[in-house]
T-cell receptor
Framework: AQSVTQPDIHITVSEGASLELRCNYS??????LFWYVQSPGQGLQLLLK??????LVQGIKGFEAEFKRSQSSFNLRKPSVHWSDAAEYFC??????????????FGKGTHLIIQP | KAGVTQTPRYLIKTRGQQVTLSCSPI?????VSWYQQTPGQGLQFLFE???????NKGNFPGRFSGRQFSNSRSEMNVSTLELGDSALYLC?????????????FGSGTRLTVV
C-alpha cells in the first residue's frame, strides 16, 4: 500500500521569502502525485499534479514541484510567498490507472505560517 | 459553473444517533468520493460511487454507508454515531472517478458528535 510522509508539521516563512515543503512517498510503481491546499474551514484545492514526463511541474498560484524518483520525493516550492499563502498543504499519492481501490492517500499536512 | 455543494455545512448530533450528509457534484461529473478528515488521522478515503454503484471502499466500519442517485448526487450515512466520528467530511467529484484525473472538493460538512 502507498504512503505519504510530510516531515514538517509547521513551517514559518517571512513574506517574500522562498518556500519549500517536503513530501516523501512510498509506492511500488510510478506514482501519481498531487499537492493540495486547504484554507481554514474550506475544502481542498488542487495546486498541481504529476503523472509522467517532465519532472518539474508548474501549478497555480506560482507553485511548482519537482519529482525525484531516486529520493521518492515530490517537494513543493514557491520563490516568494505572500500572506495569502498561509494555509494547510497536503501531498497525496494515487495508485496507477484509475485511483486504485483506496482513493488518494494523503500526508498529514504541513501548516504554513507567513510572518510579516 | 457551480462547484461541489455539500449540505449541511455544520451539524451537531448526539452519540448513538444517525446522520445523513449530502453532496451535489459538478454538473456532468458522475463520480463522487467521500473523505473523512480528523486532526489525528488526517484525510482518509471512505468510498467512491460512480453511476450509482459503489466501486471502491476504504477501511471504515459498516456504520458508514453511502449511495448515489441517478442525478449523481450522493449521500453518506453514519449510524450509531460515536464521539470519534466527529470530523470534517469532504466530498469530491470527478468525471471518470479516477482521482488521478482531477478531483474537485466541496467545502465539507463539519460533524460534531456530543
Amino acid at each position: 500500500a502507498q504512503s505519504v510522509t510530510q516531515p514538517d508539521i509547521h513551517i514559518t516563512v517571512s513574506e517574500g521569502a522562498s518556500l519549500e515543503l517536503r513530501c516523501n512517498y512510498s509506492y511500488g510503481a510510478t506514482p501519481y502525485l498531487f499537492w493540495y491546499v486547504q484554507s481554514p474551514g474550506q475544502g481542498l484545492q488542487l495546486l498541481l499534479k504529476y503523472f509522467s514526463g517532465d519532472t518539474l511541474v508548474q501549478g497555480i498560484k506560482g507553485f511548482e514541484a519537482e519529482f525525484k524518483r531516486s529520493q521518492s520525493s515530490f517537494n513543493l516550492r514557491k520563490p516568494s510567498v505572500h500572506w495569502s499563502d498561509a494555509a494547510e498543504y497536503f501531498c497525496a499519492v494515487g495508485a496507477g490507472s484509475g485511483g486504485g481501490a483506496d482513493g488518494l492517500t494523503f500526508g498529514k499536512g504541513t501548516h504554513l505560517i507567513i510572518q510579516p | 459553473k457551480a462547484g461541489v455543494t455539500q449540505t449541511p455545512r455544520y451539524l451537531i448530533k448526539t452519540r448513538g444517533q444517525q446522520v445523513t450528509l449530502s453532496c451535489s457534484p459538478i454538473s456532468g461529473h458522475r463520480s463522487v468520493s467521500w473523505y473523512q478528515q480528523t486532526p489525528g488521522q488526517g484525510l482518509q478515503f471512505l468510498f467512491e460511487y460512480f453511476s450509482e454503484t459503489q466501486r471502491n471502499k476504504g477501511n471504515f466500519p459498516g456504520r458508514f454507508s453511502g449511495r448515489q442517485f441517478s442525478n449523481s448526487r450522493s449521500e453518506m450515512n453514519v449510524s450509531t454515531l460515536e464521539l470519534g466520528d466527529s470530523a470534517l467530511y469532504l466530498c469530491a467529484s470527478s468525471t471518470t472517478g479516477a482521482p488521478n484525473y482531477g478531483y474537485t472538493f466541496g467545502s465539507g460538512t463539519r460533524l460534531t458528535v456530543v
